[in-house]
């Protein structure tokens, strides 16, 4: 499974409404709410990586909130919990 970490910063108002999109993506895992210079983190995945680009330079970029992206890819899990 391919993981990427992408780190989202949204309009002013709209990080409640716009984590709960993300929440309802099936190839998000995770989303988080965050300090400092991203508003939301998403963990995604997929089983490979041109689908991974569809999930972040089309659903995510076609959130109409979602101002700016930075994709980190994850190369190696060092601990994973359930």
């Known amino acids: 499974?391919?993981?990427?970490?992408?780190?989202?910063n949204?309009?002013?108002?709209?990080?409640?409404?716009?984590a709960k999109r993300l929440a309802d993506m099936d190839e998000v895992v995770d989303v988080?709410?965050?300090?400092?210079?991203?508003?939301l983190v998403a963990l995604?995945?997929?089983?490979?990586?041109?689908?991974l680009a569809e999930i972040v330079t089309e659903k995510l970029q076609a959130i109409e909130a979602v101002c700016r992206t930075t994709?980190?890819?994850a190369f190696r899990n060092y601990k994973f919990s359930p």
């Open 10 to 18: 949204v309009e002013r108002g709209q990080v409640p409404a716009t």
């Open 1 to 8: 499974m391919i993981r990427a970490l992408v780190l989202m």
């Open 44 to 51: 995604i995945q997929s089983e490979e990586y041109e689908r």
């Open 71 to 73: 994709t980190l890819m």
């Open 32 to 39: 988080y709410s965050t300090a400092g210079d991203f508003d």
